[in-house]
């Protein structure tokens, strides 16, 4: 690559969401001369592009539920301010709950949210078979609704945000696989790159499931595991109401939502082992299609229409990891631990902040820092999928 840089102020490793809203987010601020870099041949192909595309305010955790109430209005505005449709629908999400335990958790959940002013519904089991009577919830003791929960598209919200980088002067570069970092001391001197050496002040980890490996290049290591969920559609389902919710089974991960005329459902392997495997368990889809038609018989009258698999970056407290590391001028966003994509828009803004000014403001993120795991100031969060 011909005209490929050799210097650069920021270099930006990972083009999903997290990276290409990053680079908004600084050049926006008027930061000069960053390079974003993707492995893949497209943007937003690794782990956004692979995602549910679901986005939710219900949280277990005050941090999360504030980053929701940041990001989400975002992605409401994001057509106007970007120019990009990105197809934003409050279907809402419905959550069943089948388990004492869990009820027990999720009372204490909306109690949270309600005092965050997101104003989640407590259903109780005959609600939840009333709103879904073409599902069978005959176990169902109670569930949450919040109707402002929804979907939209992963690839529309990536290159809304490459479109206006490209415009603001970043140089996004696909294609590009990050092999090395040359170190002066605890800093990054410059990245090694398949396509050439980019000397820089500043890089910013953006790889999703691929973090650890960026960061064990500087010698450092992440909690951030990489876990296979896959998930699949069906063709065309006219039976399936228009108003059809984002339905969770919440004990079994196991989770149905409307995808064009058909539907999207997927559920989480409990027994899945740490990798990059993007591959499809055709075992495992088996079992999701069997519990699947268990719960919404209407399925067995749909054919398979795709099927796919990708990575969530989890850790060890279903949190993500903001801010600065060890390596000296190396700097992280990641570890989201499956609800990435969603708060992508918040946490791009977040570590422009974090960057610029030292601290992040929008929202306080600060025990969201990679020393949380060794001091054992570690955040659960209960509701993840």
């Not at 339905?247 to 999207?264: K, M, N, P, T």
């Not at 495997?277 to 009258?301: F, G, I, M, T």
Request: with cysteine; hydrophobic share 40%; net charge negative.
């Amino acid at each position: 690559m011909s005209d490929f840089p050799k210097t650069a102020n920021i270099v930006i490793i990972g083009g999903g969401v997290m990276g290409a809203s990053t680079a908004y987010h600084l050049a926006q601020r008027g930061v000069k001369d960053i390079v974003l870099l993707e492995k893949e041949e497209f943007f937003g192909q690794g782990a956004t592009g692979r995602c549910a595309g679901g986005v939710r305010y219900q949280f277990a955790t005050d941090v999360n539920i504030r980053l929701s109430q940041a990001s989400l209005p975002m992605l409401e505005r994001f057509k106007d301010e970007l120019g990009q449709a990105i197809d934003y629908v409050q279907c809402g999400y419905l959550f069943a709950l089948t388990s004492e335990k869990d009820v027990k958790n999720f009372k204490h959940n909306v109690d949270l949210q309600h005092s965050l002013g997101v104003e989640t519904e407590w259903l109780s089991g005959d609600e939840i078979r009333a709103r879904l009577p073409m599902m069978h919830f005959e176990d169902a003791i109670a569930g949450t609704f919040n109707a402002k929960d929804g979907l939209c598209d992963p690839n529309g919200v990536v290159m809304g945000y490459i479109n206006a980088d490209s415009k603001l002067g970043v140089r996004c570069i696909s294609g590009v696989a990050v092999t090395g970092l040359q170190m002066a001391g605890d800093k990054i001197s410059a990245v090694e790159t398949n396509q050439g050496v980019i000397e820089c002040q500043t890089v910013v980890n953006c790889a999703g499931p691929w973090a650890g490996q960026i960061s064990a290049m500087g010698g450092l290591e992440l909690p951030i595991t990489p876990i296979r969920r896959q998930m699949l559609t069906t063709t065309p389902l006219p039976d399936l109401p228009a108003d059809f919710p984002f339905v969770i089974d919440f004990a079994q991960s196991l989770y149905f939502h409307r995808e064009g005329e058909g539907l999207l459902t997927g559920m989480s392997n409990p027994g899945e082992s740490a990798g990059f495997d993007q591959s499809v368990d055709a075992d495992w889809e088996l079992v999701n299609l069997d519990r699947a038609a268990e719960r919404l018989p209407l399925l067995e009258r749909a054919g398979l229409a795709a099927h796919w698999a990708g990575l969530y970056e989890v850790t060890p407290d279903a949190h993500p990891i903001f801010g600065k590391t060890p390596i000296g001028n190396m700097y992280l966003v990641g570890g989201f631990s499956g609800h990435g994509f969603m708060h992508g828009p918040v946490a791009g803004l977040l570590m422009s902040e974090i960057i610029l000014d030292g601290v992040s403001k929008t929202v306080d993120v600060s025990m969201l820092d990679l020393a949380r795991f060794e001091e054992g100031r570690l955040i659960q969060e209960y509701n993840v999928i």
